[in-house]
């Protein structure tokens, strides 16, 4: 079965179990029924095994992996530039600004621009990430008024919902818990998908298993990462399901996740990541 028709089937199995929602249901049942068990469970190995290609996975070829490292490096310059909790909000027309205005970042090349713009633009289903795009648009900014500034952790939360509910986590299960990653804006998103990319030979569909490609992340929108203290890099693995934080957090209902174990969404298991 090829991924289009999979990705098809795929949606409407996600509408059955409620993870997201596509409109017309008798038809999606209906699709539903072409999945065969045995593409359930080539899917179902491809995750368990999401840090390590597989077949049909998307590759960047010899120019598109040099654009890569030279807009990564690039905005790598910005970070350094405006400091990594500033970097996390940061709009891309504003890093391309910091690129014109520093000399020691240089100016965004017209190739590196179509490449990061063609690159928020793919559809990332052809990846095989089947989440949703909550950030539409390449230009899209975060003002400043609607964010607050987590003391020491270098991260930024909307107000409202997200920062109520980070503050009661805090409360219900103590100092240990503390936030490992906030509101990202587009470039943020950018740095982070193309690093797992560049470290694993330009295989994009690799990278979107375990970060969502730029403008599919909930993190744009008010989803945030707890961890635990000491846990460090750690946070970000199976390791931290089997900590305190991670059960307390299950008894006291946060894990309501936006990927639960073996989701159908193309993305691997996050027992850290707080769905608002
Ligand atoms: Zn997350």
Known sequence: MNRRIFLKSILALSAGTGLCAIPDFTQA??????????????????????????PGDIILNKKERTLLKS???????????????????LSF???LKFGRNYSSIGRFTKQEI????????????????????????????????????????GNFLY????????IEIRKELGRKVYLTSGVRGVAKQFILFLTKAEANAGNLSLASRSLAPPGYSYHGVGDFDVGEKGLGAANFSALFAETRTCTKLREHGYLQLRYPENNLLGVR???????V
Not at 71 to 89: D, E, P
Not at 159 to 166: L, M, S
Not at 269 to 275: D, N, Q, R, S, Y
């Open 29 to 54: 049942q209906e699709i539903a029924r072409t999945v065969e068990e045995s593409d359930l469970k080539d899917y179902l190995h491809r995750m368990e095994n999401f840090d390590t290609p597989q």
């Open 71 to 89: 807009s990564l490096n690039r905005l790598r310059r910005v970070q350094r530039t405006v400091g990594f909790g500033n970097f996390c909000v």
């Open 93 to 95: 027309d504003h890093a």
């Open 114 to 153: 179509e490449f990061l713009d063609k690159l928020f633009h793919f559809d990332a289903h052809e990846y095989g990430f089947y989440g949703e795009k909550p950030v539409e648009k390449l230009t899209a900014s975060i003002s400043r008024k609607d964010l607050i500034k987590i003391p020491r952790t």
């Open 159 to 166: 107000r409202g919902e997200p920062h109520k509910k980070y």
């Open 269 to 275: 298991f996050e027992p850290w990541h707080i769905k």
